[in-house]
Every structure is written in C-alpha cells, then in structure tokens.
C-alpha cells in the first residue's frame, strides 16, 4: 500500500491522539504515505484530508482529545453516502482506512471493509463497551479522572455528612460505574446490567449511617436514568432513609478531557502500529484489540451487534466488598 488515512470518529477519547502518531509515525517508518482525515467520516466527503508527518504528530502523545476533530455523520448513514465516501477515497488514491473510534464508528468501517475497501478500527470509546477487547483506548484515563474527581467529592461529603449521587457517563455499559464505585470505596453503582433495587439501596445507605459513617457515595451510569431522576426517585421511594440530605454531582464531559494516563499512552501505540502492520499485509475488516495483555485482530464480523458483559471477577468483587448493584433482569 502506498498510501493510507486516519479518520477519528463519534465521542472523543484520551488516548486518541497517541494513536494518530503512532499510525503516522509507523507509516513513515514503512515508507507509506499517511492523511488525516479531519472531523470523522464527514471529512470524506468535504475532502478534508491532511497530510501528517513527524511534525504535525509532535508532542501530541500527552494531549487529550483528537486534533484531527470527530463528529458524527448522519450522510455516511444513507447508501448513497456510503457509495459517495469510496468513491471520494478511490479517487483520492487512498490504499486504506484506519478508524479510530466506538461501536457506530466500527459499524461503519465495516460497511466500507463489505464494500471491498481495506479497513482497520482502534476501540476508542470510554466506555469500554466494546465487544472483544479488554480495554478500549481512553478506558483507563477516564476512569482515573473520574476517581480523583469522587475522591474530591468526598472531602465535602464526609465534612457536611451527606450522600451523593454521581452521575458518570456509560450509556449502554455501567463498566466505569462499577470500576470506579470499588475504586473509590462507594457504596453503590447503578448500572444497566442490573435492575435498580432501591429497598436494597436504602437499606445499604441507612446502615452506614447507624455505623457512624459521616458520608455515602451512589455512582449513577447514564445509561439507567439520569443522576437528577435517580435521587428524585430515591427521596420519592425512600421514605425509610435515615439521613435525606443528598447533592448531585454530574461529571460530564471532563471525563474525556484528561491527559492520557501511561496506560492509555501505550495501548494506543501498540494499537495504531499493529493497525499499520496488519493492513499493509492485507488483514482487513477487522478490530485490534487487547486480549490477556496482547495486541491482536478480531473481525468487525465477531465484535460487532455483540453485547459485551461486565468482568464476573469485578461484580463478585463488588459483591463480597458490600457494594449494591442490584440485581439480575428478571428473564421474560
């Protein structure tokens, strides 16, 4: 192949721009020329393509975010879109495609790659919600934000004796709730996975004040109900709590803003430089990802439409440490 692009797509993630540089660093090692592709999948047709070298990759490596923009592109949904953007990359003589980006964004490398155009996708999603790989690129960033963040929460929590509900992000996946509710020593993690069982929460939150504990943590994914709903409901159904005082706190978007942590640093490489590996040796249609600590490809065929589960080991943990979770969907 002589000459590849990178497109980031969808939400933005720490670690994003680590794995630009290595795309284009690598690249230039192989002697293959790398673009840009700027604002995600709409770059194509708005031919937005940047040419990347040494220069415009460095110092990237600690910056948060991806420099080449992302968006999300309603034209690549419709298939004459799709047939528009292989037509614009053929004629710019673009050899390859390498994504870097969360499910919808891997979906649509996808139908590239069934059109007969060679592409790679890079997980990057916070939320870890990707099928088929350990951790996705700016997992771990995210979560460290979102632990210092808490652990500042409860300097005010414990010094006014309140319960604070903190709503994280995870629309489909309660994986940085759950993480983050063990991590930071929280009380309870609401997460889709589980049905909410608020007599269990109750319950949970008034022993800790019999105990003498001067304040408690509830740790709210998106994906449920939004933190407000949820203590609306908790002071609406919790007639029983001992202690009514509550705050919210929802983090937002600065749980992508964090310079990438050393992990996601070098996940993101080893990643943007497999990607070139493989493509250049005609391995297409397919994801890295991070399997019991290596870097490996799995098809969009086996990770896509997949749903993929919180770790068993991470919700027995939780279990045995005393945190509510809820508890099973009742099967119909």
């Known amino acids: 192949m002589n000459k ?3 497109l980031t797509s969808g939400g933005d993630s720490p670690g994003m721009n680590p794995a630009i540089r290595a795309i284009t660093r690598t690249c230039i090692k192989l002697g293959v020329d790398i673009l840009g592709i700027e604002n995600g999948y709409q770059g194509i047709f708005d031919r937005q393509f940047t040419p990347l070298g040494v220069l415009e990759v460095s110092g990237k490596i600690r910056d948060a975010g991806t420099f080449l923009g992302t968006s999300r592109c309603d034209r690549f949904r419709q298939k004459d879109g799709q047939e528009e953007a292989l037509s614009v990359l053929r004629e710019e003589k ?9 499910d919808g964004s891997l979906t649509g490398a996808r139908i590239l790659s069934d059109m007969g155009f060679p592409v790679i996708g890079l997980p990057g999603t916070i939320d870890n919600d990707l099928y088929g790989t350990d951790m996705g690129i700016g997992v771990d960033t995210a979560l460290n934000t979102i632990i210092h963040l808490i652990d ?13 509900i903190v709503e994280v992000m995870g629309r489909t996946s ?5 993480m983050s ?3 930071t020593g929280s009380q309870v993690a609401v997460v889709p996975e589980f049905d909410v069982n608020m007599a269990a929460i109750v319950e949970s939150l008034n022993r800790r004040v019999l105990k003498k504990h001067n304040n408690s943590v509830v740790i709210v994914a998106e994906g449920v109900c939004s933190g407000q709903e949820f203590m609306d409901k908790l002071k609406r159904e919790g007639a029983e709590l ?18 990438p942590t050393h992990f996601d640093r070098l996940l993101a490489s080893r990643m943007g430089e497999y990607a070139v590996l493989a493509i250049t040796q005609d391995q297409t249609g397919s994801m890295t ?11 969009f065929t086996e990770i896509l439409g997949r ?15 005393g945190i509510e979770i809820g508890r099973p969907p009742q099967k119909p």
């Open 181 to 183: 509710t063990i991590s």
């Open 307 to 321: 749903k993929k589960d919180l770790p068993a080991d991470a919700i027995r943990l939780a279990k045995n440490l």
């Open 174 to 178: 309660g994986y940085l709730a759950l």
């Open 4 to 6: 590849l692009a990178v």
């Open 94 to 102: 673009i050899d390859g495609l390498l994504v870097i980006g969360g």
């Open 242 to 259: 001992i202690n009514k005082e509550t705050r919210l706190t929802v983090l937002g978007h600065v749980q992508r803003g964090a310079s």
């Open 152 to 164: 500042m929460i409860k300097a005010t929590a414990s010094s006014h004796r309140r319960c604070f």
């Open 289 to 299: 990802s991070l399997v019991n600590g290596r870097v490996q490809l799995r098809t």
